[in-house]
């Protein structure tokens, strides 16, 4: 398995571009996540799907979407780049979260570090 | 929203124990986990504990809960450079999961 896959891995925009971060997992998990990290700050929650068709907001949605077509995939999308989205992004997957079930853990991608000129 | 804070820096020695603090505000929390990540590279789960126990340990790592004080702490034994990484406290509630800032820990020589 290749586990949790990202495209690219260092991006530079200019201010008002568009475009796709991608994300892939190959474990069949229903649950997929998009964090950014910003220094000091930890990670914080984009979006998040639990399963194919079905995506919903994190803590901070504004300026992205994403789209769940298949298990597989889940990419992010910059329609309008700011320099507040400078950061690094990772992609996180896992077993759907169930209360009271297994320890269900997040694999994550290896990150796409993006700076916006 | 919920908070989950950790120091930023921890600096030991080469074969010194480490101790990394958590607190963490959601009492309804079910898991608790601790990350690991290398320069350049994503989290990795290094441990986790459920909320029901007290302490879980695994080889070299401890980890301790104190549910009524909502404190989570990481103790690495006999802590090697290559610990050297940043560790990312984070809690769960359903699919609600909140990450600390992450201590930076360098182990010196």
Known sequence: NAGVTQTPK????????????QCAQDMNHEYMSWYRQDPGMG????????????????????????SRSTTEDFPLRLLSAAPSQTSVYFCASSLFF???????????????????L | ???????????????DSSVINCTYTDSSSTYLYWYKQEPGAGLQLLTYIFSNMDMKQDQRLTVLLNKKD?????????????????????ERDNNDMRFGAGTRLTVKP
């Open chain 1, 10 to 21: 260092f991006q530079v925009l200019k201010t008002g571009q568009s475009m796709t971060l």
């Open chain 1, 43 to 66: 990670l914080r929650l984009i979006h998040y799907s639990v399963g194919a068709g079905i995506t919903d907001q994190g803590e901070v949605p504004n300026g992205y979407n994403v």
């Open chain 1, 98 to 116: 169930r209360s009271g079930g297994a320890k269900n853990e997040q694999f994550f991608g290896p990150g796409t570090r993006l700076t916006v």
């Open chain 2, 1 to 15: 929203g919920e908070d989950v804070e950790q120091s930023l820096f921890l600096s030991v020695r080469e074969g």
């Open chain 2, 70 to 90: 909502k404190h989570l702490s990481l103790r690495i034994a006999d802590t090697q450079t290559g610990d050297s990484a940043i560790y990312f406290c984070a």
